[in-house]
């Protein structure tokens, strides 16, 4: 049944909710922003036809606090909501609960929410579906004895996550049984005070890994992939830059990685905009499912570049009850796009955070060129939530070419006096590995331990 949303509620905030507010203004669907104390005067919340303010600064007492943004909900008189990324994105009970009070819920169902997001289930599915997944846990883990009997099976290393986690967190790698021993407790006791779910799982560590993911949307019923990202080049298990297509990868592959996403999406009736994660092993040529992330991704953009599809306003349209308005041989991928987070962090000082003023924003323009944020000049980066100022988008016809064009405008990009991640990029941009393409999850991790950037 299609009942468009009039009226939306943005359940987030910074360059996000800045996004949504956009695709909701093309469709011409009226907009209310929630805003902490510190978010007053946030872009997004001055772009938005409405404002409800929700609490204190910190996220546990605004964006995470489900009563008091179910209240806004309520008040504001939308019919739908859209979570964007991270806070209650990933929440199926406050998806429920959305849904509960008539209102639509941006995403897919509360029962899709919980049985992907959460690792070992969603393990499960891609099992029943014929995805091939990485050596592991059948299974949720809760006590050492399980892990270190697993791990003997599987062999060391072994990576240790938490059932219920994202965004790279709750994440351990250990190569021996004592260190394993030593680390279930600790990851039990971090997985329950950051997800209030303290399962965890285990899987083979492969050491040269590159991390792939494939974008879906679904109605349903019909499912189809726009082509797939790499995000290989990641700090500490959070993604700095991501492309794409990805560099490198066999066509014969490529094409089987995304067969095996939409397969496992239309398994489980996927509804909306998700993302199949993936690690690829180079030295077999073999991809392996790791996890699926039930929400817009951060790094959409380089999808958009290289398909032309706005998958923001897709989500709003598939949530009105529309059904896709695109066959799988109507999408191209067109050209190469990359994608380069800008953080309001110090790489001369082991990225401290650096919140502050913005008092110059100078964005590169041109119609490759595409940046992201949820500041302007005036603004102010509160010390409260994540580092990110915005993403800086740039596209090619093919990879050598965006690469230049990156470059060029990471010249041209100017945000203080905050520190940012900018030198960073820039010196990235000219490193001869990646330009080859020679990356895996690991490599940035030892190029910044050689290599002493400036602010």
């Not at 204190?56 to 309520?74: F, H, I, T």
């Not at 496992?264 to 996927?270: D, P, T």
Request: glycine share 8%; with cysteine.
């Amino acid at each position: 049944m299609t009942t468009p949303i009039r009226k939306l509620l943005v359940a987030n905030r910074g360059e996000i909710a800045v996004r949504i507010i956009r695709a909701a203004r093309k469709l011409g669907i009226a907009t209310v922003q929630i805003v902490s104390e510190a978010d007053r005067e946030m872009l997004a919340a001055r772009m938005a036809d409405e404002v409800i303010e929700i609490g204190p600064p910190a996220a546990a007492k605004s964006y995470l606090n489900v009563g008091n943004v179910l209240d806004a909900l309520r008040r504001s008189g939308a019919d739908a909501l859209h979570p964007g990324y991270g806070f209650l994105s990933e929440n199926a009970q406050f998806a429920k609960a959305v849904t509960d009070m008539g209102r639509i819920f941006v995403g897919p169902d509360a029962g899709t929410i919980e049985r992907m997001g959460d690792k070992v289930n969603a393990r499960q599915a891609a099992i029943a579906a014929g995805v091939p997944v990485v050596p592991g846990s059948e299974g949720r883990l809760d006590d050492a004895r399980a892990a270190l009997e697993l791990a003997e099976a599987i062999g060391y290393p072994v990576m240790i996550k938490a059932a219920a986690g994202g965004g790279g967190r709750g994440i351990r790698v250990v190569r021996s049984a004592e260190e394993l021993a030593a680390a279930v407790p600790q990851a039990i006791a971090e997985a329950t005070a950051a997800f209030g779910d303290g399962g965890l799982y285990l899987e083979a560590y492969i050491e040269n890994a590159r991390h792939i993911e494939v974008q879906i949307l679904g109605d349903g019923e019909t499912v189809v992939h726009l082509f797939e990202r790499e995000c290989s080049l990641q700090r500490r298990r959070q993604k700095v830059w991501e492309e794409a297509p990805a560099a490198a990868l066999p066509a014969a592959l490529r094409a089987e990685l995304c067969a095996s996403a939409v397969r496992l999406a239309r398994s489980v009736a996927y509804r909306g905009a998700g993302t199949m994660e993936y690690l690829y092993d180079p030295d077999r040529n073999a991809f392996y499912f790791i996890e699926m992330n039930t929400r817009i991704q951060v790094e959409h953009p380089v999808t958009e570049m290289v398909t032309g599809v706005d998958l923001v306003c897709e989500m709003l349209l598939i949530a009105g009850g529309r059904k896709l308005s695109m066959a799988q041989e109507d999408i191209r991928c067109d050209g190469h796009a990359i994608e380069v987070r800008i953080n309001a962090e110090d790489p001369a000082r082991n990225f401290f955070p650096s919140p502050g003023p913005i008092d110059r924003l100078q964005v590169p323009s041109g119609e490759a060129i595409r940046f992201d944020t949820g500041f302007d000049a005036g603004s102010r980066v509160p010390p409260y939530y994540d580092s990110l100022v915005g993403k800086l988008i740039v596209s090619g016809s093919s990879r050598a070419l965006a690469i230049e064009r990156l470059r060029q405008a990471l010249e041209e990009l100017d945000i203080g006096p905050v520190a940012t991640t900018i030198p960073l990029h820039r010196a990235l941009a000219r490193n001869a590995d990646l330009l080859d393409g020679n990356v895996s999850t690991q490599w940035l991790e030892r190029w910044l331990a050689e290599n002493a950037l400036s602010s």
